[in-house]
């Protein structure tokens, strides 16, 4: 399978601890993206990266959480102390960007939960 | 502030008859435009784009309208299928803004055979 993966797929963590989430995008694509998505909701993007660099973070990421992409290959995104209203899908998506339009493509999600 | 509104909810059709599912945006910088469809416990798979230099684009039993005018897409499924049933989203971009998606909400697909 050669598509865009997560790892874990769930993940269940008592409030303030510390998670991190994995995604291994599809090879040759270099951006890569990430949202979380709520019950009800569209994804809400997160931040994104064009190879190893992250180029923007939105508002709705805080201080707790810090995403990273070394070598430009897979990348992490880590929350610290985590709080309930982390609780949500967690996807990831990769693009191949040439000039102009590109298609994302996400990968399955990890969902996490905060008791 | 939602500058991309799926305003139906769900929508539930007859096996074999015509699904229309629209989507309303209100930021007229907006360039590119997608549909996904989204299992449950699975990731948004992508059905169909239209950039804003066209107004119609069709891809098998798929095809996407854009009204620019209007600030409105369409997305036209015929012959509807049973495994369409999904929740399908709605995503607009800026090419020239790093390409982040802005989703709306998304519309519950039922087909019914």
């Known amino acids: 399978d050669t598509g865009v993966s997560q790892n874990p797929r769930h993940k269940i963590t008592k409030r303030g601890q510390n998670v991190t989430f994995r995604c291994d995008p599809i090879s040759e694509h270099n951006r890569l993206y990430w949202y979380r998505q709520t019950l009800g909701q569209g994804p809400e993007f997160l931040t994104y990266?064009?190879?190893?660099?992250?180029?923007?973070k939105s508002r709705l990421l805080s201080d707790r959480f810090s995403a990273e992409r070394p070598k430009g290959s897979f990348s992490t995104l880590e929350i610290q102390r985590t709080e309930q209203g982390d609780s949500a899908m967690y996807l990831c998506?990769?693009?191949?960007?040439?000039?102009?339009?590109?298609?994302?493509?996400f990968g399955p999600g990890t969902r996490l939960l905060v008791l | 502030d939602q500058q991309v509104k799926q305003n139906s909810p769900s929508l539930s059709v007859q096996e074999g008859r015509i699904s229309i599912l629209n989507c309303d945006y209100t930021?007229?910088?907006?360039?590119?435009f997608l549909w996904y469809k989204k299992y449950p416990a699975e990731g948004p798979t992508f059905l169909i784009s239209i950039s804003s230099i066209k107004d119609k684009n069709e891809d098998g039993r798929f095809t996407v309208f854009l009204n620019k005018s209007a600030k409105h897409l369409s997305l036209h499924i015929v012959p509807s299928q049973p495994g369409d049933s999904a929740v399908y989203f709605c995503?607009?971009?800026?090419?020239?803004?790093?390409?982040?998606?802005?989703f709306g909400a998304g519309t519950i697909l039922r087909v019914k055979s």
């Open positions: 995503a607009a971009s800026l090419i020239m803004g790093g390409n982040k998606l802005v």
């Open positions: 990266f064009q190879n190893e660099a992250q180029l923007e």
């Open positions: 930021n007229s910088m907006f360039d590119y």
């Open positions: 998506a990769s693009s191949l960007v040439t000039s102009g339009a590109e298609t994302q493509y």
